[in-house]
Every structure is written in structure tokens, then in C-alpha cells.
């Protein structure tokens, strides 16, 4: 299985919810190729932070982390595609509808209604508070695979 999280810029939430699931995944066993893409990338660097935030949540860096814009391969390879809002998958759904069945928020795929918070250029605080979202759904998403 392959996932990919979409989100904005790549930079912040998106990256969180990789390093999040490949955490999770890993310690449950769920064997998954997991990556993220941005829809309107700018940014050649994660966003501080989400950095701050993944090294206190799991001890991790993704400091290095480059964020990509998500491309038609991505969106093939991938079996399942998670973004962070409905106008994320709106957009995913337009460029690419012949994938459009794979294409869901994290929210709707985990049977809920909200979206994920953007917390670009925000404090540290909504990065956190974005994180306890993703973790939320991320565990979710593992009862359900």
C-alpha cells in the first residue's frame, strides 16, 4: 500500500502527517510506503515549526525534509490520498478525476466532517494543536485499513 498526504505548500502539514503515520504504521506493523506533495509548492524547506513539533512529538527530524509538488505520478502510484481539506481534494479531483476515487480528506476517509487546520504562520501552539488532529486521524485510518 502506498499513501500520500497532500496539503498546500508541503511544509507543514502534509509533513507532519508522513512522519506521523510512518511512526504509528511502523510500530503497529502496517507495511505502507508513506509520503506527502504539496499542491502550490514555493518553499524549499519545512516550515521551523513543524520541525519543533515533530522532534518534540516523536524525537524525529525532518528538517531536511523537501517539499515536492504532487504530480500525476504521485497520484498514480499512490493507492489512497489523503488531503488535509476539501478544496485539496477538490483541486486533486479536478487535475486528476480519472483517480478521483482514491482522492479523500483524512477527515471524511476517517467518517468525520472537519478539516485539518492550517497552522502556516502560526505559533508553535496550532502546529501542536494541527499534530493532536493528524494524530487523531492517522489512528483512525489504522483501524480502518
Same mark, same amino acid.
Do not use: W
Given at each position: 500500500?502506498?499513501?500520500?498526504?497532500?496539503?498546500? !505548500?508541503? $511544509?507543514? /502539514?502534509?509533513?507532519?502527517?508522513?512522519?506521523?503515520?510512518?511512526?504509528?504504521?511502523?510500530?503497529? !506493523?502496517?507495511?505502507?510506503?508513506?509520503?506527502?506533495?504539496?499542491?502550490?509548492? &514555493?518553499?524549499?524547506?519545512?516550515?521551523?515549526?513543524?520541525?519543533? $513539533?515533530?522532534?518534540?512529538?516523536? !524525537?524525529?527530524?525532518?528538517?531536511?525534509?523537501?517539499?515536492?509538488?504532487?504530480? /500525476?505520478? =504521485?497520484?498514480?502510484?499512490?493507492?489512497?490520498?489523503? $488531503?488535509?481539506?476539501?478544496?485539496?481534494?477538490?483541486?486533486?479531483?479536478? &487535475?486528476?478525476?480519472?483517480?478521483?476515487?482514491?482522492?479523500?480528506?483524512?477527515?471524511?476517509?476517517? !467518517?468525520?466532517?472537519?478539516?485539518?487546520? =492550517?497552522?502556516?504562520?502560526? $505559533?508553535?501552539? =496550532?502546529?501542536?494543536?494541527?499534530?493532536?488532529?493528524?494524530?487523531?486521524?492517522?489512528?483512525?485510518?489504522?483501524?480502518?485499513?
Amino acid at each position: 500500500m502506498q499513501i500520500l498526504f497532500v496539503c498546500t !505548500g508541503n $511544509t507543514c /502539514r502534509s509533513p507532519m502527517a508522513q512522519e506521523i503515520a510512518k511512526f504509528n504504521f511502523k510500530n503497529r !506493523g502496517i507495511d505502507a510506503i508513506i509520503e506527502s506533495r504539496g499542491i502550490y509548492v &514555493v518553499s524549499k524547506s519545512p516550515s521551523v515549526h513543524a520541525v519543533a $513539533t515533530i522532534k518534540s512529538l516523536l !524525537g524525529i527530524s525532518i528538517q531536511d525534509h523537501v517539499p515536492k509538488r504532487v504530480s /500525476r505520478d =504521485d497520484i498514480e502510484k499512490a493507492s489512497l490520498i489523503m $488531503t488535509m481539506s476539501p478544496s485539496h481534494k477538490a483541486h486533486l479531483d479536478s &487535475v486528476f478525476p480519472d483517480c478521483a476515487y482514491k482522492i479523500h480528506t483524512i477527515a471524511e476517509f476517517c !467518517g468525520e466532517k472537519e478539516h485539518i487546520d =492550517d497552522p502556516f504562520g502560526g $505559533t508553535i501552539s =496550532d502546529y501542536s494543536k494541527c499534530a493532536a488532529q493528524l494524530q487523531k486521524y492517522i489512528r483512525k485510518m489504522e483501524e480502518l485499513l
